[in-house]
């Protein structure tokens, strides 16, 4: 019986804040011999939510995130919904084809992703061809290893946010078979 319950009233990102307060020093993402504590975490997501919101990101709109699981993930995941947009999560390990698809569909504004999967992946051009890459001037491709000395200029404490609890959050792309 693992049934919580928990105000409706606020959103992911202030319920998190929450926790910020009460144990900034605490651990709350580890993934292999990176870790970062409450305190850190919201900084850095902090510091992407200015940075997405200066990219016009805000409530209701769509940023796709193809990142592999990591720091980085949690972080680009927190920094969307504090921007006030959602998120479309994209399997980097999915065809260009279907993750073209889904950001066409979704009509995302901005891609949130890695560089390593922009130049290894199926985010990169092949042969400057626009049809065979996700790749699309509509779309503004922020890395987060690569773009992080800009994005770590902006100011890490909290945002003042317009979201609401009933905002969009995510939207998710199934097989089909679900």
């Not at 990102?13 to 709350?28: G, K, N, S, W, Y």
């Not at 409450?38 to 200066?54: P, V």
């Not at 626009?130 to 987060?144: A, D, G, K, T």
């Amino acid at each position: 019986d693992t049934k919580v319950d928990y105000p409706a009233d606020k959103t992911i990102h202030q319920l998190f804040e929450e926790q910020v307060e009460r144990t900034p020093d605490a651990i709350a993402v580890e993934f292999g011999t990176e870790r970062l504590t409450y305190g850190e975490l919201n900084g850095r997501a902090n510091q992407l939510a200015r940075h997405l919101a200066i990219l016009g990101v805000g409530p209701e709109k769509l940023v796709g995130i193809c990142v592999e699981r990591s720091v980085e993930m949690v972080v680009g995941l927190l920094g969307i919904l504090k921007a006030g947009g959602a998120y479309v999560p994209l399997d980097p390990a999915y065809p260009s084809e279907r993750l073209r698809f889904t950001l066409e569909d979704a009509q995302c504004s901005v891609l949130l992703t890695q560089q390593r999967l922009v130049e290894d992946g199926g985010l990169k051009m092949e042969d400057r061809d626009l049809r065979s890459s996700i790749r699309n001037p509509r779309y503004r491709i922020v890395c987060l290893h690569r773009d992080w000395p800009s994005i770590s200029q902006q100011r890490s404490d909290s945002l003042l946010s317009q979201v609401v609890p009933g905002n969009l959050a995510y939207v998710i792309y199934t097989s089909g078979s679900t």
